[in-house]
Every structure is written in C-alpha cells, then in structure tokens.
C-alpha cells in the first residue's frame, strides 16, 4: 500500500508559478513511475506528466515546456513546477504511483489532491 499526500497548491494569477510537491510513504518510490493528473470543474481527469525510474519524463502537450516534473528518491517526493500559469491550468492536481509511460495510464495509487486556483 502506498499514501501519497500533495501539497503547494493556491491561488496564483495568471503567469505566476506554483510548485506542488507529492510525498509518498509505505513502500519506495525508486524504481517506480510517479505522475501528475489533473482534473478540472466539470471535466475527466486528464495526464499532466510522468517521470521515470530513471528521471525520464513526458508531458501533455498543454504544459509542455511551462511544466517541470521531477522528483527525490531520497525523500520519496515528487515535484510539479509549475510556470507561466493559465487559467485554464485551474484543476485539482493529484499525484500517482506507478503511472505507465506508454499512454500515460494511471497507477494504481493517487493522493487526494490539491487546488490550483489561476485568476485572470
């Protein structure tokens, strides 16, 4: 079993940047594939990014190079760098363990989330 417990999200305006942070306990992450999903009001659940075992990463085209995913093995915490915010980056942002590189599945573990909030 894993818990993972996001952190960092607020309300920034739009071009600020936020950083959150997903702290996982229970089992290691090294080794393990750990992503970023965000789901926004009235909207699926949709890919942000995913960084490898090997720090190898992937993003959606709609955050691509504003977006940076990265993590701590140490710590057992991932980070979302989040630049140039928009307001269409508003969402809940949840963090998750084990997601495939290959069409960026889900894992089979998520955090409860955290608000980002970007005003216009």
């Known amino acids: 079993q894993v818990q993972l417990v996001e952190s960092g999200g607020g309300l920034v305006q739009a071009g600020g940047s936020l950083r959150l942070s997903c702290e996982a306990s229970?089992?290691?992450?090294?080794?393990?594939?750990m992503g970023w999903f965000r789901q926004a009001p009235g909207k699926e659940r949709e890919f942000v990014a995913v960084i490898n075992w090997s720090s190898s990463t992937t993003y959606a085209d709609s955050v691509k190079g504003r977006f940076t995913i990265s993590r701590d093995n140490g710590k057992r915490t991932v980070y979302l760098q989040m630049n140039s915010l928009k307001p269409e980056d508003t969402a809940v942002y949840y963090c998750?363990?084990?997601?495939?590189?290959?069409?960026?599945?889900?894992?089979?573990?998520w955090g409860k989330g955290t608000l980002v909030t970007v005003s216009s």
């Open positions: 998750n363990y084990g997601t495939a590189i290959v069409g960026q599945k889900a894992g089979p573990y």
């Open positions: 229970g089992r290691t992450v090294s080794g393990y594939n």
